[in-house]
């Protein structure tokens, strides 16, 4: 799996016929984010990956490893304008 698994990384999300189909919020390092906008989502192997811009206008790219039952953050940035 790419990205890093982080402990302090918990991810709520919306699952309806599927588990983990949108993510609507993270906490990173006891700080929380609410997702404003899925940017981009996109399926590979055996994971679910978002690309997702909070209210705070801070961009992650979040994946799900179906398989582990894990979430990882693959990169976070913050938003200058348009991602």
């Not at 899925?38 to 799900?64: A, I, M």
């Not at 990882?72 to 938003?79: C, F, G, R, V, W």
Request: hydrophobic share 25%; with cysteine.
């Amino acid at each position: 799996m790419r990205g890093y698994p982080i402990n302090s990384l918990k991810v709520n999300c919306y699952s309806g016929h599927t588990y983990a189909q949108r993510p609507l919020s993270l906490t990173l390092e006891s700080t929380e984010y609410e997702v404003k906008e899925v940017k981009k989502e996109w399926l590979e192997p055996g994971e679910r990956h978002f690309l997702v811009r909070t209210k705070d206008n801070k961009s992650f790219q979040l994946c799900y490893n179906e398989s582990q039952d894990q979430w990882s953050l693959i990169y976070q940035a913050k938003e200058q304008g348009k991602c």
